[in-house]
């Protein structure tokens, strides 16, 4: 099953305007609940005189910092399932028009692995 969310885009804090899948997805005995979240904000624009400097003005731009790239791995305590986490933040540029755009982006994709359900009551055979 697949669920996709788009909210708030006209709130003013950014990270609430966001884009959201969840899917769910059963493999074997285990359940595997995967959420990609989406965000992106414009943090500079600079227009051009005319769109012939919009190459040699690309060519001379300072990079932003490379994209950082963070991974945390735990327990989700609410099932006691295994949890790892990817969190990855950015930038890029657009051109429109004559308008040069500095986006900042950040995409996490949560992942819940659920343990199958013993039922300690019936005795099994190991």
């Given at each position: 099953?697949?669920?996709?969310?788009?909210?708030?885009?006209?709130?003013?804090?950014?990270?609430?305007?966001?884009?959201?899948?969840?899917?769910?997805?059963?493999?074997?005995?285990?359940?595997?609940?995967?959420?990609?979240?989406?965000?992106?904000?414009?943090?500079?624009?600079?227009?051009?005189?005319?769109?012939?400097?919009?190459?040699?003005?690309?060519?001379?731009?300072?990079?932003?910092?490379?994209?950082?790239?963070?991974?945390?791995?735990?327990?989700?305590?609410e099932?006691?399932?295994?949890?790892?986490?990817?969190?990855?933040?950015?930038?890029?540029?657009?051109?429109?028009?004559?308008d040069?755009?500095?986006?900042?982006?950040?995409?996490?994709?949560?992942?819940?692995?659920?343990?199958?359900?013993?039922?300690?009551?019936t005795?099994?055979?190991?």
């Open positions: 099953m697949r669920e996709i969310l788009v909210r708030n885009l006209t709130s003013p804090d950014w990270l609430k305007r966001d884009c959201v899948v969840t899917e769910r997805m059963e493999q074997g005995d285990y359940t595997t609940k995967v959420i990609r979240r989406c965000t992106y904000r414009i943090e500079s624009r600079t227009a051009l005189p005319s769109t012939s400097d919009s190459v040699p003005w690309a060519q001379r731009l300072d990079p932003l910092p490379p994209r950082q790239v963070f991974v945390t791995k735990g327990l989700d305590p099932t006691g399932g295994e949890r790892v986490v990817y969190k990855v933040l950015g930038h890029f540029y657009v051109v429109w028009g004559r040069v755009f500095c986006v900042g982006y950040r995409h996490i994709l949560s992942m819940d692995i659920e343990a199958p359900q013993i039922d300690l009551g005795p099994q055979a190991f």
